[in-house]
């Protein structure tokens, strides 16, 4: 089928590649006219496993992208997959939608075409504002002009075509059978169990699944900080409990907190939209407040363990928000890295993927070109992202440290090669 993908970010391009993949004919459209030069040169704008092998097979021949969207007017398919931002409110930012929204509408003609919005949004979004504003662009009618579908996207990052490709399921809002027709069909060899509804129901089955996983997150850290006044090994706790099949052995990692684009963004939004009909949020409140706390709960006991942070060297390895990207978007490292400036501490990092991410952030701060280079004569380290490479790290790479103080905010190390460190909530 010929697609359109407008939005070249993490979703647009796993969406696209991965399709382009399925033999499908793609197009990414994109306002960002350095990233478009950029992907035409064959470099992709983040880092992804798989991403520049699937280009370069791609590129000129089924997968091609533009600035201008009148290049995708023969699309069967639209995609819209816009960043989606909260403001400083909370609130959800939809000018990029709305803008994403008018000019799709430019290309819709006389050739049937299927919108589908996999940008995330709060329910209604899509039927209430986007909808008449591609009816008044276009002049045309939803259900006998043009299609519309929700679709939202489950994608993680770091796994991003993996994820693409072998959903646990695929979501599809359909404003009628027709459109919902189309895209089931561009689904057929997914094998993924798929679940039609409508699109009000598409678009909080997104925002639920989000709320739930940063909740499962904050509960552990809660249940960790527990386990640590107990002395009491919370990762033991999450295995226990994850043999249960209620629970389910995943996203019971406790640590330093959830970061990523979007956990963050879509759980105030889903707070602000609670707040907006009268009803207040309580659990929802509370996993924000936890996840700010684990931040908090860090420095802490570096303090307790090296006392006043002024003027000691400090070492954060690990800037990304999780391992296998170069996202730093509300990575807990931002924040940490933010409380140790205003404590006048001198800091020290490395980070295989995300230091040039971070320099258009901090550039008061050093970056190592290895962890063993960041931690010569530090007074203390501690670990923010699961990089494997961190794994390896022994005794012997903490030996160069003045003080061997390491606090791990997220479990990597191996005891049987390094000790004496302790974790956030172990
Ligand atoms: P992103 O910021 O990486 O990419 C968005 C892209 O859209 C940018 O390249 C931007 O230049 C482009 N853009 C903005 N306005 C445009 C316009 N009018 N026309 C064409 N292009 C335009 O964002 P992302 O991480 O891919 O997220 C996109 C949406 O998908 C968000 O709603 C997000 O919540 C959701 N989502 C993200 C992930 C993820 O892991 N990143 C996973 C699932 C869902
Ligand atoms: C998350 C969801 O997992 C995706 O399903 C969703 O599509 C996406 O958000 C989105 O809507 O953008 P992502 O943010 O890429 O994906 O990464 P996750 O693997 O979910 O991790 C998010 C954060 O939670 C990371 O900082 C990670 O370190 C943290 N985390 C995760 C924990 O602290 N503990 C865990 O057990 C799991």
Redesign the pocket.
Known sequence: MKIAI???????LSTGLGLASKKHLVIC????KE?IEKINRGILP?YEDGMEKLLKKHRGLNFKVSTDISDSKDAEIIFI????PTDEKGKMNLN?LK??AK?TAGIIDKKHKTIVV????LPGTTEEILLPIIEKESGKKVGKDFGLCSN??????GA?LKDFLGPDRIIIGEYDKKSGDILEKLYRDFNSPTIRTNIKTAEMIKMASNAFLSTKISFINEIGNICKKLEIDTYEVSRGIGYDKRIAPYFLDSGVGFG???FT??IKSLIEKAREMNYDPKLLKSVTEINTLQKIIIIDLLTKKIGDLKNKKIVVLGLAFKAGTDDIREAPSIDIIRILLEKKARIHTFDPKAQDNMKKIFNEITYSKSAKEALDKADACLILTEWPEFTKLTDKDFSVMKNKTIIEGRRILDKGKVSNFEGICW
């Open positions: 407008v939005g070249a970010g993490y979703v647009g459209i994109d306002i960002d990233k983040i997959c816009v960043g989606t990029y803008a994403a000019s996999k940008s995330t949004v939202p996207e489950f994608l993680r990052e991003a990523g684009s979007c963004k879509d």
